[in-house]
């Protein structure tokens, strides 16, 4: 490309990934994050087959492991906390619902976003407004710094991405909703987990879970609920706050607790599950990386492992094809059959995560006992191989000084 100048809109885990490779390609980037600094925040995502092989190639493998969570494994309680059924982690040998490495979302952000920074302009509290692109590049207006210019904008800005809404239109057109809705944000609590991410799930599609954080005194909580779409401000968090309350005010296990905790938590995200579908993820000099493109829902696992390998493969196939066009028709071409396994929702869907009913609860917790033993145990991991293989093009790029 005439210009090396990118613009990465998104600085969760696509961002940086990307922003990283492109450096060692010897791109210039811009990121451009809504957030004031980088987002903590989050449950713990998984490093599962390919995602893995990404971090390897960065070089960050031994800091991913060092900056993992401990755990045992899920675990499923009832009202009163005992105990239903238990998916320990080695019941899948690593690869399987539980993967052999898991992380705190915000802990693993923070290691990309270290390893970008040396080589990446960092733009936070700003958003692009506007985008207008020619045959040779794309002028940028934003919400606060002065207009720009680059040769390409990376939309890696999340399932309700400000430049997939402004190059392909609303929103609407290309979020799926589950009909569900999952909040996430870290307590400070000494509730005793043992261990166990513990899973509690209540008639009307309610989900609480709570697991222990990396540091002491720190628990990692999600409330999950279904529901058709809600109207609610997606900057006012004390309202998103207040949804959760009512939803869940007498709800069973440690849900009073729970709920106390959120008032004071500062990193509280509610987020309207849906998967992410389009035929094509450019137009002309605009694409999309992660969820932006392509979001799986949580439910899936593999969220974080779609946005690692489509950052290497956009940046390697920018690096090696010198022809923006061929590169992002080789991106799509490369990634489309991956993302289309990723999205396919595990056994069961939002029922499976959330069921509705009494009977249901009860089915779900007989199934996940079923699912430690053969053959379902061998069926799940083959699935998740499956699921998370990719023949990943190996782009040798030069290592960053
Ligand atoms: C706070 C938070 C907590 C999460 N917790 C979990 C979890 O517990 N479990 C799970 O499976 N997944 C979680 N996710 C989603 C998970 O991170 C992604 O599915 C996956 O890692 C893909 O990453 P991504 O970089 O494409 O998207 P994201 O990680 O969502 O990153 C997108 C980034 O873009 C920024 N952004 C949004 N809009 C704009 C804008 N207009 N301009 C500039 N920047 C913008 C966001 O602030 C964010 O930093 C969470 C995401 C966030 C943001």
Same mark, same amino acid.
């Given at each position: 490309?005439?210009?090396?100048?990118?613009?990465?809109?998104?600085?969760?885990?696509?961002?940086?990934?990307?922003?990283?490779?492109?450096?060692?390609?010897?791109?210039?980037?811009?990121?451009?994050?809504?957030?004031?600094?980088?987002?903590?925040?989050?449950?713990?995502?998984?490093?599962?087959?390919?995602?893995?092989?990404?971090?390897?190639?960065?070089?960050?493998?031994?800091?991913?492991?060092?900056?993992?969570?401990?755990?045992?494994?899920?675990?499923?309680?009832?009202?009163?906390?005992?105990?239903?059924?238990?998916?320990?982690?080695?019941?899948?040998?690593?690869?399987?619902?539980?993967? #052999?490495?898991?992380?705190?979302?915000?802990?693993?952000?923070?290691?990309?976003? #270290?390893?970008?920074?040396?080589?990446?302009?960092?733009?936070?509290?700003?958003?692009?407004?506007?985008?207008?692109?020619?045959?040779?590049?794309?002028?940028?207006?934003?919400?606060?710094?002065?207009?720009?210019?680059?040769?390409?904008?990376?939309?890696?800005?999340?399932?309700?991405?400000?430049?997939?809404?402004?190059?392909?239109?609303?929103?609407?057109?290309?979020?799926?909703?589950?009909?569900?809705?999952?909040?996430?944000?870290?307590?400070?609590?000494?509730?005793?987990?043992?261990?166990?991410?513990?899973?509690?799930?209540?008639?009307?599609?309610?989900?609480?879970?709570?697991?222990?954080?990396?540091?002491?005194?720190?628990?990692?909580?999600?409330?999950?609920?279904?529901?058709?779409?809600?109207?609610?401000?997606?900057?006012?968090?004390?309202?998103?706050?207040?949804?959760?309350?009512?939803?869940?005010?007498?709800?069973?296990?440690?849900?009073?607790?729970?709920?106390?905790?959120?008032?004071?938590?500062?990193?509280?995200?509610?987020?309207?599950?849906?998967?992410?579908?389009?035929?094509?993820?450019?137009?002309?000099?605009?694409?999309?990386?992660?969820?932006?493109? $392509?979001?799986?829902?949580?439910?899936?696992?593999?969220?974080?492992?779609?946005?690692?390998?489509?950052?290497?493969?956009?940046?390697? #196939?920018?690096?090696?094809?010198?022809?923006?066009?061929?590169?992002?028709?080789?991106?799509?071409?490369?990634?489309?059959? $991956?993302?289309?396994?990723?999205?396919?929702?595990?056994?069961?869907?939002?029922?499976?995560?959330?069921?509705?009913?009494?009977?249901?609860?009860?089915?779900?917790?007989?199934?996940?006992?079923?699912?430690?033993?053969?053959?379902?145990?061998?069926?799940?991991?083959?699935?998740?191989?499956?699921?998370?293989?990719?023949?990943?093009?190996?782009?040798?790029?030069?290592?960053?000084?």
């Amino acid at each position: 490309m005439p210009n090396n100048d990118i613009l990465v809109s998104g600085g969760g885990i696509a961002g940086p990934v990307l922003a990283y490779w492109l450096s060692r390609a010897g791109f210039a980037v811009t990121i451009v994050e809504r957030a004031p600094a980088p987002r903590p925040g989050g449950q713990t995502v998984d490093l599962r087959g390919a995602g893995r092989t990404v971090v390897a190639r960065m070089g960050l493998l031994d800091q991913a492991r060092a900056i993992a969570v401990e755990q045992r494994g899920i675990a499923a309680v009832d009202k009163k906390g005992r105990i239903t059924a238990r998916l320990p982690a080695d019941s899948f040998g690593g690869e399987g619902i539980v993967s #052999e490495i898991e992380i705190l979302r915000g802990d693993l952000a923070r290691l990309f976003y #270290e390893a970008s920074l040396p080589h990446t302009e960092y733009v936070f509290d700003d958003t692009v407004t506007a985008l207008e692109q020619d045959d040779d590049g794309v002028n940028v207006t934003f919400e606060k710094s002065a207009p720009r210019r680059f040769s390409l904008v990376v939309g890696a800005d999340g399932l309700h991405s400000a430049v997939r809404a402004l190059a392909f239109g609303p929103h609407a057109r290309h979020i799926h909703p589950l009909g569900l809705y999952i909040s996430w944000f870290t307590a400070h609590d000494e509730l005793d987990l043992g261990g166990w991410y513990q899973m509690y799930n209540a008639p009307g599609g309610l989900t609480v879970s709570a697991r222990p954080g990396r540091l002491p005194g720190e628990v990692k909580v999600s409330f999950g609920f279904r529901s058709g779409p809600i109207a609610y401000d997606r900057r006012d968090v004390a309202a998103q706050k207040a949804i959760i309350a009512g939803r869940f005010a007498g709800a069973g296990w440690e849900t009073p607790r729970l709920l106390s905790a959120m008032a004071g938590a500062s990193d509280f995200f509610l987020e309207s599950v849906g998967q992410v579908r389009l035929d094509r993820w450019s137009r002309g000099r605009v694409v999309l990386l992660g969820d932006a493109g $392509y979001c799986p829902t949580p439910l899936t696992g593999l969220g974080t492992s779609l946005a690692l390998v489509g950052a290497y493969v956009l940046a390697g #196939e920018l690096a090696t094809t010198g022809d923006h066009r061929v590169a992002l028709r080789n991106y799509d071409r490369i990634m489309r059959p $991956y993302v289309g396994e990723a999205q396919k929702l595990p056994p069961g869907g939002v029922n499976g995560f959330a069921p509705s009913t009494a009977l249901a609860i009860r089915m779900r917790a007989a199934s996940m006992r079923a699912m430690t033993r053969w053959p379902m145990r061998n069926l799940i991991a083959s699935q998740f191989a499956k699921a998370s293989s990719i023949d990943l093009p190996d782009y040798d790029l030069p290592a960053l000084r």
